[in-house]
């Protein structure tokens, strides 16, 4: 049973508009959110993260929304550029509530910024 | 600050070698994670150490496996008897985490692409 998901593998996006990549979650315990972005044969670069007590984060053109009720994150890039072609993986943990602290990862959204 | 850093990047092996890993987490973190991805899944944890003590094993590392930080620095991942289905890429992870805080961020190294044959 996935516990998080990612259920669009693949997006296609203009230079210059906005990416948006979702993510849902089941397991209530979760309360930490990351969003790494992974190029082939590399291992995944953190890029931001959310903690269950806000409901935004922004870093410069990333922005990740928190929606609790929902169990649903959003990851927003704006403007996009090509070199955001990547795969981005959510993932989630449940530190604070159960002090375990692994990441579960989503099977990834495939991001393609057209020229 | 060089990051994470694992080695080998590469390697192919015969099906029933051993192999083994290293992972040099970044210098002041003190947690120490591995997970194995494979094609079209997420990272998946299999285990994680802080200091030189393994605190949790997740149900995928079977009896082949085993993880090793002996001194609270590097760590070793061996899979003996190695089987088909352990190909995949290993990856390492390190975090500063503080007490009951454990919020943190992993950091992840760039892997090791196992290809049994």
Redesign the interface.
């Given at each position: 049973d996935q516990q998080?998901k990612q259920n669009s593998p693949s997006l296609s996006v203009q230079e210059g508009r906005i990416s948006i990549l979702n993510c849902d979650y089941t397991n209530s315990m979760f309360?930490?959110f990351?969003w790494?972005k992974k190029y082939p044969?590399?291992?995944?670069?953190?890029l931001i993260?959310i903690?269950s007590i806000k409901d935004k984060n922004e870093d410069g053109r990333f922005t990740v929304f928190l929606n609790k009720s929902a169990k649903h994150l959003s990851l927003h890039i704006v403007p996009s550029q090509p070199g955001d072609s990547a795969v981005y993986?959510c993932?989630a943990?449940a530190?604070?509530n159960s002090?375990?602290?692994?990441?579960?990862?989503?099977?990834?959204t495939r991001l393609s910024v057209i020229a | 600050d060089t990051g994470?850093s694992?080695d080998p990047r590469h390697k192919i092996t015969k099906r029933g070698q051993n192999v083994t890993f290293r992972c040099d987490p970044i210098s002041e973190h003190n947690?120490l994670?591995w997970?194995r991805q494979t094609l079209?899944?997420?990272?998946?944890?299999l285990t994680?150490f802080q200091n030189e003590a393994q605190l949790?094993k997740?149900r995928l590392l079977s009896d082949r496996f085993s993880a090793e930080r002996p001194k609270g620095s590097f760590s070793t991942l061996e899979i003996q008897r190695t089987e088909q289905g352990d190909s995949a890429m290993y990856?390492c992870?390190s975090?500063l985490?503080f007490g009951?805080?454990?919020?943190?961020?992993?950091?992840?190294?760039?892997?090791t692409?196992l290809l049994v044959l």
């Amino acid at each position: 049973d996935q516990q998080v998901k990612q259920n669009s593998p693949s997006l296609s996006v203009q230079e210059g508009r906005i990416s948006i990549l979702n993510c849902d979650y089941t397991n209530s315990m979760f309360d930490y959110f990351l969003w790494y972005k992974k190029y082939p044969a590399e291992g995944p670069t953190f890029l931001i993260s959310i903690s269950s007590i806000k409901d935004k984060n922004e870093d410069g053109r990333f922005t990740v929304f928190l929606n609790k009720s929902a169990k649903h994150l959003s990851l927003h890039i704006v403007p996009s550029q090509p070199g955001d072609s990547a795969v981005y993986f959510c993932a989630a943990s449940a530190g604070l509530n159960s002090g375990n602290t692994p990441l579960v990862f989503g099977k990834g959204t495939r991001l393609s910024v057209i020229a | 600050d060089t990051g994470v850093s694992q080695d080998p990047r590469h390697k192919i092996t015969k099906r029933g070698q051993n192999v083994t890993f290293r992972c040099d987490p970044i210098s002041e973190h003190n947690r120490l994670y591995w997970y194995r991805q494979t094609l079209g899944q997420g990272p998946e944890f299999l285990t994680y150490f802080q200091n030189e003590a393994q605190l949790e094993k997740s149900r995928l590392l079977s009896d082949r496996f085993s993880a090793e930080r002996p001194k609270g620095s590097f760590s070793t991942l061996e899979i003996q008897r190695t089987e088909q289905g352990d190909s995949a890429m290993y990856l390492c992870a390190s975090s500063l985490g503080f007490g009951t805080s454990v919020q943190e961020t992993q950091y992840f190294g760039p892997g090791t692409r196992l290809l049994v044959l």
